[in-house]
């Protein structure tokens, strides 16, 4: 009884791990001359290699929010207004998000480790 137990412990410590949600991320390009992507309202700097969800919040016909990076390659449209939800796995090396129409002034970068 006391084996059953056991297990039965072990298994509701090990299963919520293994089903918990990526973390995510939050991107936003507008309405302004803005671009950002933040993790729990910090601006992302370095972050460690795995699966995230990234919600984007496009307030503007004239941006849009271009991710790219080892593996990854996400865009929303410059003439949507609107959100996108992305299930993205991160891999080492080095992240840069993008207005495509402003990519001089609009830019911002993170390293995955």
Do not use: E, R
């Not at 791990?17 to 601006?43: D, E, M, R």
């Not at 699966?51 to 996400?74: A, C, E, M, Q």
Request: with cysteine; proline share 5%; aromatic share 8%.
């Amino acid at each position: 009884m006391k084996f059953v137990a056991l297990v039965a412990l072990v298994a509701a410590l090990a299963v919520p791990s293994a089903l918990a949600a990526p973390p995510t991320l939050n991107g936003l390009v507008g309405p302004g001359f803005t671009i950002s992507l933040k993790q729990a309202g910090k601006k992302v700097t370095k972050l460690k290699a795995g699966t995230y969800v990234i919600k984007v919040v496009d307030k503007s016909d004239i941006h849009n929010f271009h991710l790219k990076g080892p593996g990854v390659n996400k865009t929303t449209s410059v003439a949507a207004v609107g959100s996108a939800l992305w299930k993205v796995k991160l891999k080492k090396g080095t992240y840069k998000y993008v207005c495509d129409p402003h990519l001089t002034t609009m830019t911002g970068t993170f390293k995955v480790t």
